[in-house]
């Protein structure tokens, strides 16, 4: 067969399925179709930035299997798009570091706790003022108190969130609700340069900047009672999210092996429609290497997401005299929305093991799924999807449609609709801060802008990404939170 | 701050937009000029420049490919730099600049909460519509920040 020359040009088609599903029927250099799922009514933003394109030129990649997929909040990213999600066999196919994102294993996860947002009226200033002197956030944000040895970190990087929990942050119960229980197989110390190392020592237990935060929150809306006792979710409970990544050392690892790919790419003749798709195959030298150090990095951001748990708790129990027992403070469950994972799925009727990654993108397998834990068997595993500051949140589960149409995968929050400094430019003369305490949420941010660059408008409503992906039978919607305190980055 | 000429865009750092991230236009009379546009492009997402001061010095050096990957390259650089150390760089020299190395002196002071405004923090200088290309007047360059 012809190797395709060139990469998808011009205005793309677009073909709809129906009311989700939309299929860029593959032209040019395309080894298959893109599928999107999205409604009519957010077709015009996507047609604005170039996700579309993207969509297109992931499909050109050597062995990818199924279609180049596109969630409902997707927006332009480098190479792969923000919400995209594409597998590729382990023979002929690729791994792309732009496939993952700078921040790898950026997730999420959700606590619940036993108390009801009356119990906590009052002091949800000081829950944010604590949270955000014990919590490191921000420009720069290091810990003074925890800088750990090269030798430590690397236990870190091996083991994840089992190597927090060893050091008496958190219960041995936690891991079996973390996605991998917090702990990505193959993990490789050795192949993360002494750069992210450096980086990393004291970035441990640290939120970052841009759109990572802490948020304090109640059960709002229940949409499915049943599925909300199983997973032990009653009204108007108190909840804790918390939204950070791999900080600095998954950036280095990123950038490091985008350098390398860039090489390795041209090296094993892989045509790029864009430099930023650049990889190299899943089995060569390379695709291993990045694969051991994109665990290691994930396992980091697994650990990050425990340590800081361990200091929400800390300052829940501080602030409300309360001991861990009254408390409750529980995990319902811990995904990344930025990876890439070797996973066994079904293709032509026959298992196959295949090298997904999903870039703003969650994994929401379904009930009876061997990789779902023990506790949510009946219900399917659980998902979280943050919206934008000041806004609700949601909690889905995974379902069969989800594995059978997108190797198990959903959207992963609100996409940005206005870039930061048109967000500022709208924030002007206004003091969002004061908007947010006339809706009942305290804010407090880190860096001087951020709180602008975050305001509602700039997001795309999460309702309507979430409205996509249950109606397309992705997820099932269980129930919606509302924010109540926020520490942001 | 000149202009380059008549129709032309005037030197200096111009923002534009995208979506979740910071863009920039970069132009300057010559190569290092952009190169040291970048830097303070950077630098000023993160803090507000006019109150760094220039006490201490660090050297810096980049090899890359190419011109385009060695300006991302320089970028990373200085904020590996500026998270490990805190350091930001008021005043920059670049020392030595071929297509593939890059040698800089750069006067600054490590950034403390007491004296210094925390902005955006930024996860690295990426690829993404990145284009270093000579022009009549000068130099322009464009690159993205993922924030």
């Given amino acids: 067969m012809a190797k395709p020359k060139t990469s998808p040009r011009g205005e793309l088609q677009l073909r709809q399925i129906d009311d989700y599903r939309w299929e860029i029927p593959p032209v040019g250099a395309m080894r298959t179709r893109g599928l999107i799922f999205a409604t009519q009514e957010m077709l015009p933003d996507l047609r604005q930035d170039q996700s579309l394109q993207q969509v297109a030129n992931v499909a050109t990649l050597p062995g990818i299997e199924g279609p180049s997929l596109a969630m409902p909040d997707i927006h332009w990213g480098y190479g792969f798009p923000i919400g995209g999600v594409a597998a590729f066999n382990l023979e002929e196919g690729v791994i792309s570091p732009g496939g993952v994102g700078y921040d790898i294993n950026c997730g ?152 390398v790919m860039l090489a390795a790419a041209a090296r094993y003749g892989i045509e790029l429609p864009d430099r930023q798709l650049c990889c190299a195959p ?201 924010p109540l305190g926020v520490i942001k980055g | 701050m000149d202009t380059a000429g008549a129709g032309q865009t005037k030197y200096g750092i111009h923002p534009f937009s995208h979506t979740g991230d910071a863009g920039f236009r970069l132009v300057a009379k010559t190569l290092p000029g952009v190169f040291i546009l970048a830097a303070q492009a950077l630098y000023g997402v993160m803090t507000d420049r006019r109150r760094l001061r220039a006490r201490d010095r660090r050297e810096v050096a980049v090899e890359a490919p190419d011109t385009a990957s060695l300006l991302v390259g320089w970028l990373n650089e200085l904020l590996f730099l500026f998270d490990t150390t805190g350091f930001m760089g008021k005043e920059i020299t670049i020392q030595e600049l071929t297509p593939q190395r890059l040698r800089a002196a750069l006067r600054g002071e490590d950034l403390n909460p007491e004296r210094h405004i925390y902005k955006t923090g930024v996860k690295a200088a990426t690829y993404h519509h990145l284009s270093v290309t000579q022009t009549p007047s000068g130099w322009e360059a464009t690159i993205i920040l993922d924030l």
């Fill in chain 1, 108 to 259: 999420v996860r959700l606590l619940r706790t036993k108390l009801s947002r009356p119990e906590i009226t009052g002091r949800v200033e000081a829950l944010v003022d604590t949270l955000f002197s014990n919590i490191p956030s921000g420009v720069g944000s290091r810990r003074r108190d925890l800088k750990l040895t090269y030798p430590t970190l690397k236990e870190v990087l091996r083991l994840g969130a089992a190597w927090a929990v060893k050091q008496g942050f958190g219960e041995p119960d936690d891991l079996a609700h973390i996605e991998a229980g917090g702990q990505i197989p193959g993990a490789d110390p050795e192949v993360i340069s002494d750069k992210a190392l450096e980086r990393g020592r004291d970035q441990l237990g640290t939120l970052g900047s841009g759109n990572h935060f802490v948020e304090i929150g109640y059960v709002a809306e229940i949409f499915d009672p049943e599925l909300a006792r199983a997973l032990n979710i009653f009204p108007d409970q108190v909840t804790v999210i918390i939204h950070t990544g791999s900080r600095g050392l998954g950036h280095q690892v990123c950038d490091d092996y985008i350098r």
């Fill in chain 1, 282 to 482: 899943v089995k060569s030298p390379e695709g291993q290497e990045y694969l051991g150090a994109m665990a290691a990095a994930a396992n980091f951001a697994f650990a990050n997401r425990q340590l800081i748990t361990h200091w929400v708790r800390e300052t829940l129990m501080q602030v409300l005299r309360l001991g861990p027992r009254d408390l409750g403070l529980d995990l319902v469950y811990d995904v990344a929305h930025n990876m890439a994972k070797i996973e066994t799925h079904t293709v032509a009727g026959k298992p196959k093991k295949l090298c997904v990654h999903r870039k703003g993108a969650t994994r929401a397998f379904p009930p009876g799924h061997p990789d779902v834990p023990r506790l949510y068997q009946t219900t399917g595993q659980p998902v979280l999807i943050p919206g934008d500051m000041g806004r609700y949140s949601y909690l889905l589960v995974g379902t069969p449609q989800a594995l059978e149409e997108t190797f198990g995968s959903t959207c992963h929050g609100a996409g940005r609709v206005m870039s930061r400094q048109a967000a500022i430019k709208a924030a002007r003369g206004r003091s969002i801060i004061q908007e947010l305490a006339g809706r009942g949420i305290v804010v407090r941010g880190a860096g001087k802008a951020t709180i602008a660059e975050e305001i509602p408008e700039a997001y795309k409503d999460v309702e309507q990404v979430v409205r996509v992906v249950h109606g397309a039978g992705l997820s099932r919607k269980v129930a919606r939170l509302h």
